[in-house]
């Protein structure tokens, strides 16, 4: 896969195109969320994400 030119981040010596895959899984893997907290998430996710000048690009999980 070939990243574009946007998505290039470059510095003085360095080029760099990173993806970050993080997966949280509750205690015995309990169904404890609702959509309500789900929406929570992904709004805080997002806010942090545009903090270290990144992008979420996908925020899911299982009801």
């Known amino acids: 896969m070939q990243a574009s030119e946007e998505e290039l981040r470059t510095k003085r010596h360095v080029v760099h195109h990173l993806?970050?895959?993080?997966?949280?899984?509750?205690?015995?893997?309990k169904k404890v969320f609702s959509e309500k907290m789900y929406e929570r998430l992904r709004?805080?996710?997002?806010?942090?994400?545009?903090?270290?000048?990144?992008?979420l690009v996908e925020c899911d999980g299982e009801l």
Do not use: A, E, I
């Open 43 to 55: 709004f805080h996710f997002d806010r942090v994400c545009k903090d270290f000048g990144c992008s």
């Open 19 to 29: 993806h970050l895959h993080l997966v949280f899984v509750t205690k015995y893997r």
